[in-house]
């Protein structure tokens, strides 16, 4: 089993919608969350953190954590053509290393 | 400005040879990072660094070699002895215990 898991995509949703992106992990000592945005040929960009079960809200985007599940996503509203991207979910234990998932490519269609 | 600096952004290597990618960040962070991004794949850490004069080895560190003798700088060798060096590699830093890490632009490396 795969540390951090991510559905690969792709994931097509129409401009406007909501965007679901999902993401487990395996290390229940999990400590915090992450999720980057990741355009083709770009680095990492940092898009949300969350550390605490529950949602956490920034914008057009939402992370939501559910430790018991061991299950965190990301939800963006009123998509834009300009948020298709590879979105990575990334997971920092209690020794703070980061264990990033292999990312899920979303393309949202105009 | 505040950042994380990488060079070159792209990098060509021969058979053989020791090629050197550089990191510096001016945002006085402790820790730094080296990881390696494939083709469809995650980021797989190779070396990080919590302090000055002190690094360990991530999860595929063979074949690459790193020194901090700066707070700032954190450059990565990565030998002849690492067989499959294509990749884009990606240096990044984390301020306090607890804060995320930022990356900077990356170095595309291919072998000639």
């Known amino acids: 089993q795969k540390e951090v898991e991510q559905n690969s995509g792709p994931l097509s949703v129409p401009e406007g919608a909501i965007a679901s992106l999902n993401c487990t992990y395996s290390?229940?000592?999990?400590?915090?969350f992450f999720w980057y945005r990741q355009y083709s040929g770009k680095s990492p960009e940092l898009i949300m953190f969350?550390?605490?079960?529950g949602d956490k809200e920034d914008g057009r985007f939402t992370a939501q954590l559910n430790k018991a599940s061991q299950y965190v996503s990301l939800l963006i509203r009123d998509s834009q053509p300009s948020d298709s991207a590879t979105y990575l979910c990334a997971v920092r234990n209690e020794n703070e290393k980061l264990t990033f998932g292999t990312g899920t490519r979303l393309t949202i269609i105009p | 400005d505040g950042g994380i600096t990488q060079s070159p952004k792209y990098l060509f290597r021969k058979e053989g040879q020791n090629v050197t990618l550089s990191c510096e960040q001016n945002?006085?962070?402790?820790?730094m990072y080296w990881y390696r991004q494939d083709p469809g794949q995650g980021l797989r850490l190779i070396y990080y660094s919590q302090i000055v004069n002190d690094f360990q080895k991530g999860d595929i560190a063979e074949g690459y070699s790193v020194s901090r003798e700066k707070k700032e700088s954190f450059p990565l060798t990565v030998t002849s002895a690492q067989k499959n060096p294509t990749a884009f590699y990606l240096c990044?830093?984390?301020?306090?215990?607890?804060?995320?890490?930022?990356f900077g632009d990356g170095t595309r490396l291919s072998i000639l």
């Open positions: 990044a830093s984390k301020g306090e215990l607890g804060q995320p890490q930022h």
């Open positions: 969350i550390y605490s079960n």
């Open positions: 290390d229940r000592g999990s400590q915090s």
């Open positions: 945002l006085n962070h402790d820790a």
